[in-house]
Nanobody, 127 residues
Framework: QVQLVESGGGSVQAGGSLRLSCAAS????????MGWFRQAPGKEREGVAA???????SYADSVKGRFTISQDNAKNILYLQMNSLKPEDTAMYYC?????????????????????WGQGTQVTVSS
C-alpha cells in the first residue's frame, strides 16, 4: 500500500524559505511521476511542481524561479524547496504520486491524474 507523508510546513514571513518533505513507502513503480500541489481556502487544488522517474521537472508559472522540486531516490523522499515566499503561497501543500501514464510534459500538474495523496502540510506566509 502506497503511503505518502508530508512534513516541513509552518509559518514564515514574506521573503522567507521552507523546505517540504514527502516520505514515500510501498511505492514500487519503476516509471512514475510525483508532484506537489496546494489548495488555499475557497480555491481549487493546483499543481505546483512535478518530477518524473527520468528526473525531468515542471513548475507552475507562479513558482518558477522560487521553488525547486527534488528527490532522494535512496531514501524515497520528495522535497520542495520554497524560497522568496509570498503571502499568496499560503495553502495546504500536498504530495502526490502516480505510476501509470503520467510524465513531465503530459498532465503532470493536473491533480485528477494522480492516484496517491498525502495528508497535507500547512504553509502560512505573512506579509
Amino acid at each position: 500500500q502506497v503511503q505518502l507523508v508530508e512534513s516541513g510546513g509552518g509559518s514564515v514571513q514574506a521573503g522567507g524559505s521552507l523546505r517540504l518533505s514527502c516520505a514515500a513507502s510501498g511505492y514500487r513503480y519503476s516509471s512514475y511521476c510525483m508532484g506537489w500541489f496546494r489548495q488555499a481556502p475557497g480555491k481549487e487544488r493546483e499543481g505546483v511542481a512535478a518530477i518524473d522517474s527520468d528526473g525531468s521537472t515542471s513548475y507552475a508559472d507562479s513558482v518558477k524561479g522560487r521553488f525547486t522540486i527534488s528527490q532522494d531516490n535512496a531514501k524515497n523522499i520528495l522535497y520542495l524547496q520554497m524560497n522568496s515566499l509570498k503571502p499568496e503561497d499560503t495553502a495546504m501543500y500536498y504530495c502526490a504520486a502516480e505510476g501509470r501514464d503520467l510524465w513531465v510534459g503530459y498532465k503532470e500538474l493536473t491533480p485528477a491524474e494522480y492516484k496517491y495523496w498525502g495528508q497535507g502540510t500547512q504553509v502560512t506566509v505573512s506579509s
